[in-house]
């Protein structure tokens, strides 16, 4: 059973910074794009940085400069380095895995960015 379980959530002061981890199993994940998303009540999920197996890595402008995207194939771990972290960065991260037309998502992890 295809699973992704995110961790390294939690509550930091602006400025500081977290490591979210992402554990896939059951698939082949190596051969899957991996993406974090993120969400706030009320509002769509939104793409925050996107690692394609060969491609070019894609961020969103709000957090050029500031996140890294990477992955370990051989542990079958994606991560996201948030650096400088903003206020407005506060949501519910999530894992994406894509293949063609296979999405699998992960529950989340929440990140809360306040003094």
């Known amino acids: 059973q295809a699973q992704l379980v995110e961790s390294g959530g939690g509550l930091v002061q602006p400025g500081g910074s977290l490591r979210l981890s992402c554990a896939a199993s059951?698939?082949?994940?190596?051969?899957?794009?991996m993406s974090w998303y993120r969400q706030v009540p009320g509002k769509q999920r939104e793409l925050v940085a996107m690692?394609?197996?060969?491609?070019?890595?894609n961020y969103a402008d709000s957090v050029k400069g500031r996140f890294t995207i990477s992955r370990e194939n051989d542990k079958n771990m994606v991560y996201l380095q948030m650096n400088r972290l903003k206020a407005e960065d506060t949501a519910v991260y999530y894992c994406?895995?894509?293949?063609?037309?296979?999405?699998?998502w992960g529950r989340g992890t929440q990140v809360t960015v306040s003094s």
């Open positions: 059951g698939f082949l994940s190596s051969i899957y794009d």
């Open positions: 690692l394609p197996v060969g491609g070019i890595i």
């Open positions: 994406n895995a894509q293949w063609g037309p296979t999405h699998y």
